[in-house]
């Protein structure tokens, strides 16, 4: 019945994809919508393709595991999701209009700074091309968990059905589909979120049963202070730095039909965030109360919880919705890169007339490229969801974040700045990642964020002060 279920929410999703594809007639279209996007598709769009698989498993998995110490990770994401729609949202959406009326944070930085060699352009694009295959991969991970569990396949199998349906939706529709499919993704998300712990509580005989049994298990697992070091803490509260450097957020904002929309979205988001955080957090901390002797796999706990406790149509529903969740991200990821890769790489090394006519194409055959690589990092069963996205997450936060808030706010930044900025960010990332041990074992967003701030500005300085030429700085849009 689950399988059924789950199909029919899979033939719905292809229904809207074939839908939206018949107003997919340009690359534009393709990539950005042609900037339609009203307050609602905006809102819940930036939200469900951020939550993605995480917050159904990963999330409730490490809480389930670790009790309230793990509150500092949703803590630290609303107030930077906050900070995000306040402070960049608006101003990226008027900012990429007006400077080339951009279609991707690549050709925006290459055309904010008069970038004519296309060298920030690419070394931009690569890196988004790094980091979103390594978090692709995570919600590829997540997917395959649960078909395992809907269809009792082979992990192995169960991948690559999830790489199959989730990129041919994506290359049919594009930006357009997307935004359409995760406004009823967003829907069924929270529904999810709200059921699973209503469910849970009731079934152990209330809060109060709840809540014993949870001091039973462990006496101080309400404690969230309990035995965790202030690295951790900063560690958890450094995630919402990766908001000012997601790909897959930031096209949103640059998608909206106009700026003037970005504080009904920012309400509309930032609730439906709060309360979807909350579930997820419910779930794993009431899921360790229903499970007092544990799970295999903690990731799994929404999973398991929907089985227990619903009839088989509505587990298919919930189920339905860990996949909306996971595959609303991989889709919005996939179209970002692949834009990424023809847009921002391939055209400007080979600038070919007759490559750009097949632009779409490219796009789609990118798509699948780029999805096939991701499949091979997730290839291997033992990879942990948040392990993945707190590595991707991390390196575009770290990476793109510091470039996007100086763009929009310090007139002084140049071009050679923002490059030795990203380099210096990419190394430090993937070095930090591989330490362990002491300071290592501070999230690796927190010094790359830092390299990156550093690298800016002294890049900058030294381009203003040593360059034989004009600094050009393309001239800012009168806010």
Same mark, same amino acid.
Do not use: E, F, H
């Given at each position: 019945m689950k399988a059924l279920v789950t199909a029919i929410y899979i033939l719905s999703?292809?229904?809207?994809?074939?839908?939206?594809?018949?107003?997919?007639?340009?690359?534009?279209?393709?990539?950005?919508?042609?900037?339609?996007?009203n307050a609602y598709t905006t809102a819940l769009g930036a939200g469900a393709s951020d939550m993605s698989g995480w917050l159904m498993m990963a999330l409730p998995g490490v809480v389930f595991l670790s009790g309230v110490t793990e509150i500092w990770l949703p803590i630290g994401l609303t107030i930077g999701a906050y900070l995000n729609w306040k402070f960049v949202a608006k101003k990226l959406r008027k900012y990429t209009h007006h400077f080339g009326d951009a279609a991707t944070i690549p050709s925006y930085f290459a055309n904010r700074f008069a970038d004519k060699s296309n060298l920030l352009r690419i070394v931009t694009a690569t890196a988004i091309i790094i980091f979103f295959t390594v978090y692709i991969a995570a919600a590829f991970v997540s997917c395959a968990f649960v078909f395992e569990i809907i269809l009792d396949l082979k992990y192995t199998d169960a991948l690559l059905l999830s790489a199959v349906i989730i990129v041919s939706y994506t290359s049919i529709g594009g930006f357009i589909a997307i935004n359409w499919i995760d406004m009823f993704q967003g829907i069924l998300m929270l529904f999810a979120l709200v059921m699973v712990p209503i469910a849970i509580v009731n079934h152990l005989g209330g809060i109060t049963n709840t809540v014993d049994i949870l001091n039973n298990i462990n006496a101080n697992i309400t404690n969230p202070f309990l035995k965790i070091a202030n690295i951790k803490i900063i560690s958890l509260l450094a995630w919402g730095l990766g908001y000012f450097g997601q790909p897959h957020i930031l096209i949103r904002f640059m998608g909206a039909k106009n700026p003037y929309i970005i504080d009904k979205s920012r309400k509309i988001c930032m609730s439906w965030m709060i309360l979807s955080l909350i579930g997820a957090f419910l779930v794993g901390l009431f899921g360790s109360a229903l499970y007092p002797q544990g799970i295999a796999n903690p990731e799994t706990i929404f999973l398991k919880a929907s089985d227990m406790l619903f009839s088989p149509w509505i587990a298919g529903i919930l189920f339905a919705a860990v996949l909306s969740a996971i595959m609303s991200t991989i889709s919005a990821q996939l179209l970002v890169s692949s834009a990424s890769l023809i847009e921002d790489i391939t055209f400007q090394i080979f600038n070919k007339d007759y490559l750009k006519r097949n632009g779409l194409l490219l796009n789609k055959i990118a $798509?699948? &490229?780029?999805?096939?690589?991701? $499949?091979? &990092?997730?290839?291997n069963p033992q990879n942990t969801v948040l392990s993945l996205v707190a590595y991707g997450w991390g390196g575009l936060g770290a990476t793109m974040g510091p470039v996007i808030l100086l763009s929009l706010y310090w007139e002084k930044m140049t071009k050679f700045g923002a490059v030795i900025g990203m380099i210096l960010s990419v190394i430090t990332v993937i070095v930090w990642k591989n330490l362990s041990g002491g300071i290592f074992e501070l999230y690796e967003i927190v010094p790359g964020f830092t390299m990156c701030c550093l690298g800016i500005l002294i890049g900058s300085i030294l381009e203003r002060r040593f360059s034989k030429s004009p600094i050009n700085i393309s001239e800012e849009p009168n806010l």
């Open positions: 999703v292809y229904i809207i994809g074939y839908i939206a594809s018949r107003n997919t007639k340009s690359v534009s279209d393709y990539i950005i919508g042609n900037r339609k996007l $798509v699948l &490229i780029i999805a096939a690589i991701a $499949v091979v &990092i997730a290839y």
